[in-house]
């Protein structure tokens, strides 16, 4: 869970709350939703959590492009989805309707499903169908080598945990101008999977898909099998090299990636860029108990761990407020009203078995990468904290000295914010990389500090992007 996810969570229970009416009547999608008294009575909810959640959830509802992803028949995976190897292309959505979406001008939208993998505790991978988006420029670049387009693979940050929060069918894609926008304005094919279990969270014959969140393996393979597949399906227009780049939970896929690329390399893969990354959840927890990770960790233990019982985290009180969750598919704006009370986690839940096993598996760092790797970390992260971040790059360095990894820091910026204050680093490197600029063996840090004093710049986003229904909106 990230900073600004929490602010959007505050606002939307308070400021936004008007503009939900307006946005629920006025947007192509009509939110009706209102907690049951069934619900209400199962939970045990008091009056003001049941009407925070209807507001978040009102507010998440507004902001669908395609309505319910249940009601969207481009998530429902083809028959040969069970049969079909990691990496197949099982379906393509070519021409995307951009009107249901907050895109910039001239960037075109597709929608693809793929066969993914989901890594498992026996160091397995299991195949496993999932979707993604591809951004098109108007103007793309040119990967020298190839004569093709020029192609990066983005992971996003925690957008939930259940099928709904796939950014896919969210309207401004979930990170907007923070990432994605911005390479495809600056000319790059942007492909970027939801991942596993979110968007397509079910088997052709209807079984359930959990969401292996934080499992950084099963993300990295969402990263490079969703790349694969839209080379495939676009095999004479996208260059067979790319580049990877994620944030926070994407931060985590991509470092995982990188992991994965010293193990089981891919032709073509250029190099990698890990902001603000999860690397060891329990740590982050002990840091930052405020973050909600432990919620977040359930589908990821369920989908990992096949003998793990939600019964060991959460307290009878906690896995009610979580099956309300996953039953009504509240997403990031709706962790707040049902996750941060008290009493809901279980003493020890970062100790037990499953947990450790779970980190001993998926966790980030200290282990051999292939390069190179550039990580963004803002020294005024309140999520990922730069010492946990800081100690596993060092970890890396001292074990493996010929990683090439690049330490970028960059004073006083939060989470999400730090993709703003190094854009001009992180888009001069993915250019490098296409262009074949060579990179010195070995580790490299750097403090980057802005012009002006840390207090006197804007600190958090402080804008939603909402489809414009006026002519004076779009004029």
Same mark, same amino acid.
């Given at each position: 869970?990230?900073?600004?996810?929490?602010?959007?969570? #505050?606002?939307?229970?308070?400021?936004? +709350?008007?503009?939900?009416?307006?946005?629920?009547?006025?947007?192509?999608?009509?939110?009706?939703?209102?907690?049951?008294?069934?619900?209400?009575?199962?939970?045990?909810?008091?009056?003001?959590?049941?009407?925070?959640?209807?507001?978040?959830?009102?507010?998440?509802?507004?902001? =669908? +492009?395609?309505?319910?992803?249940?009601?969207?028949?481009?998530?429902?995976?083809?028959?040969?989805?069970?049969?079909?190897? *990691?990496?197949?292309?099982?379906?393509?959505?070519?021409?995307?309707?951009?009107?249901?979406?907050?895109?910039?001008?001239?960037?075109?939208?597709?929608?693809?499903?793929?066969?993914?993998?989901? $890594?498992?505790?026996?160091?397995?991978?299991?195949?496993?169908?999932?979707? +993604?988006?591809?951004? =098109?420029? =108007?103007?793309?670049?040119?990967?020298? +080598?190839?004569?093709?387009?020029?192609?990066?693979?983005?992971?996003?940050?925690?957008?939930?945990?259940?099928?709904?929060?796939?950014?896919?069918?969210?309207?401004?894609?979930?990170?907007?101008?923070?990432? *994605?926008?911005?390479?495809?304005?600056?000319? @790059?094919?942007?492909?970027?999977?939801? @991942?596993?279990?979110?968007?397509?969270?079910?088997?052709?014959? !209807?079984?359930?898909?959990?969401?292996?969140?934080?499992?950084?393996?099963?993300?990295?393979?969402?990263?490079?099998?969703?790349?694969?597949?839209?080379?495939?399906?676009?095999?004479?227009?996208?260059?067979?090299?790319?580049?990877?780049?994620?944030?926070?939970?994407?931060?985590?896929?991509?470092?995982?990636? /990188?992991?994965?690329?010293?193990?089981?390399?891919?032709?073509?893969?250029?190099?990698?860029?890990?902001?603000?990354?999860?690397?060891?959840?329990?740590?982050?927890?002990?840091?930052?108990?405020?973050?909600?990770?432990?919620?977040?960790?359930?589908?990821?233990?369920?989908?990992?761990?096949?003998?793990?019982?939600?019964?060991?985290?959460?307290?009878?009180? !906690?896995?009610?407020? @979580?099956?309300?969750?996953?039953?009504?598919?509240?997403?990031?704006?709706?962790? #707040?009203?049902?996750?941060?009370?008290?009493?809901?986690?279980?003493? !020890?839940?970062?100790?037990?078995?499953?947990?450790?096993?779970?980190?001993?598996?998926?966790?980030?760092?200290?282990? *051999?990468?292939?390069?190179?790797?550039?990580? #963004?970390?803002? &020294? !005024?992260?309140?999520?990922?904290?730069?010492?946990?971040? &800081?100690?596993?790059?060092?970890?890396?360095? /001292?074990? @493996?000295?010929?990683?090439?990894?690049?330490?970028?820091?960059?004073?006083?910026?939060?989470?999400?914010?730090?993709? $703003?204050?190094?854009?001009?680093?992180? #888009?001069? =490197?993915?250019?490098?990389?296409?262009?074949?600029? *060579?990179?010195?063996?070995?580790?490299?840090?750097?403090?980057?500090?802005?012009?002006?004093?840390?207090?006197?710049?804007?600190?958090?986003?402080?804008?939603?992007?909402?489809?414009?229904?006026?002519?004076?909106?779009?004029?």
């Amino acid at each position: 869970m990230a900073s600004w996810l929490l602010t959007t969570a #505050l606002l939307t229970l308070s400021t936004y +709350a008007a503009a939900q009416e307006y946005s629920s009547q006025s947007n192509t999608f009509n939110s009706s939703f209102s907690l049951s008294p069934s619900q209400i009575s199962s939970a045990n909810l008091d009056k003001t959590t049941v009407n925070n959640v209807n507001i978040a959830i009102h507010f998440e509802q507004s902001n =669908w +492009a395609t309505g319910s992803i249940h009601d969207d028949p481009f998530y429902t995976p083809p028959s040969n989805a069970s049969c079909a190897p *990691p990496g197949s292309l099982l379906k393509v959505e070519d021409y995307t309707n951009t009107t249901l979406y907050t895109l910039p001008p001239n960037v075109a939208l597709s929608r693809i499903i793929f066969q993914s993998a989901i $890594y498992l505790n026996d160091h397995t991978n299991a195949p496993v169908p999932a979707s +993604a988006y591809i951004l =098109w420029p =108007w103007h793309p670049r040119i990967d020298p +080598a190839t004569g093709k387009y020029a192609v990066v693979g983005w992971a996003h940050g925690t957008s939930g945990i259940f099928g709904e929060c796939a950014p896919s069918h969210i309207r401004n894609l979930w990170y907007q101008y923070s990432a *994605p926008f911005i390479l495809a304005l600056q000319g @790059y094919v942007v492909v970027a999977p939801d @991942y596993t279990g979110l968007g397509v969270d079910r088997w052709p014959n !209807g079984t359930k898909i959990q969401h292996p969140a934080f499992n950084n393996p099963a993300h990295a393979n969402d990263l490079f099998y969703s790349v694969e597949a839209a080379q495939k399906a676009y095999p004479d227009e996208l260059s067979e090299r790319f580049v990877l780049f994620g944030h926070s939970q994407g931060g985590g896929a991509a470092w995982g990636a /990188a992991q994965r690329q010293a193990r089981q390399p891919v032709e073509g893969h250029l190099g990698t860029i890990a902001a603000s990354p999860v690397t060891d959840i329990v740590m982050q927890y002990r840091i930052t108990p405020d973050a909600g990770w432990p919620f977040e960790l359930v589908p990821g233990l369920l989908s990992t761990i096949p003998d793990f019982d939600d019964s060991d985290f959460l307290t009878p009180k !906690g896995v009610r407020h @979580y099956d309300l969750l996953a039953e009504i598919g509240g997403c990031a704006s709706s962790y #707040l009203p049902l996750f941060y009370q008290p009493k809901l986690l279980k003493p !020890g839940w970062d100790t037990t078995p499953a947990m450790q096993e779970f980190q001993n598996l998926t966790g980030n760092g200290g282990r *051999p990468i292939s390069g190179p790797m550039l990580v #963004l970390q803002g &020294t !005024g992260d309140v999520v990922i904290t730069t010492n946990l971040t &800081t100690h596993f790059v060092k970890e890396t360095c /001292a074990l @493996y000295p010929n990683s090439e990894i690049e330490y970028a820091l960059f004073e006083g910026a939060d989470h999400v914010p730090t993709l $703003y204050a190094s854009q001009r680093i992180w #888009l001069d =490197w993915i250019a490098e990389r296409f262009e074949g600029k *060579p990179v010195k063996k070995g580790c490299e840090h750097r403090m980057y500090r802005p012009a002006r004093r840390v207090e006197a710049y804007q600190q958090e986003l402080a804008y939603y992007m909402e489809i414009a229904t006026q002519s004076y909106e779009v004029a």
